[in-house]
């Protein structure tokens, strides 16, 4: 039972309950959106391109935010999700790229311009089968594209996009994919390892040739998913067990990485996703 409330100076409001008391944030800085607010499945990405939210969902396609913006005393009825038209099935990455939102879908690579969808490049079993994408930061005119079992590259040409091909040995569904400033390119993956590479746009033209460096649970790394993130100008590899690492160069070898804190390198929390506010 409420038996007493009040509001704060901060506008927040105060319960006083048979068991203590209670404070609400109202307005509230949070928005929460589900299947009643009209978004089905789980959100596996989200990006914010030309001022609109879209949202990547497992198994119906996407979905963006209209009327982005702040609402009132926490009331989210002016915002209204609306689903992207032309995409049926599970989408896992976002990526904006010059005038359109890329899309990495079941289906394949698909292009996004305001709230229309087109199938760009076609999913082919054991080919070419899209979980992630990324800018490439050497050349505007190519993607890094992580696969079900493998990595590519993938390249737009005269309004047509191609695939460069698979690294040949490069296995592993890659869900995660860091670039550096040096060339460098990590991969995590879902098979308890992680796949190092160095690019650059001369080597293209024999990209499926590319040699890359794998590192597992002998190279220090736990058992399990391993994820990478960009974290202060490195790579910051999130564990399903162990929390946090990283990569010392010298000794080649994966060690706890405490620089956010011992909580997160001793196992009592789980850490899964890394983003850094810009």
Known sequence: AIWYSFVDQQGGLWLALNDGLARIEIPSSLTY???????????QDIKRFNGT???????????????????TMGVESEKQLV?????????WSLLPFRDRLLVAANSGLHEIRGAKSKLVLKTER???????????????NYVLAGLYDG?????????????????KGLSGEVRTIVE???????????????????LAHSDLTNFSESSFETFDATDGLPPGQIQVF???????????SKGLYYFEEDSQRFLPDTSLGKQFTNGSIDVELIAQDS
């Open 33 to 43: 959106f589900d299947d009643k607010a009209g978004l089905d499945g789980k959100v």
């Open 53 to 71: 939210l879209y949202f990547a969902t497992s198994p119906s396609g996407v979905y963006c935010l209209q009327n982005d913006g702040p609402g």
């Open 83 to 91: 689903k992207i038209n032309g995409i049926e099935t599970q989408c």
């Open 126 to 140: 054991g080919v070419f089968e899209p979980s992630v994408l990324a800018e490439f930061k050497q050349d505007e």
């Open 151 to 167: 990595f590519t590259i993938l390249k737009e040409q005269n309004g047509r996009w191609l695939d460069l091909g698979k690294i």
């Open 180 to 198: 550096l400033d040096n060339g460098e390119v990590w991969l995590g993956t879902r098979s308890g390892n992680v796949h190092r590479l160095l």
């Open 230 to 240: 960009p974290l202060n100008n490195r790579v910051a590899f999130t564990t399903e």
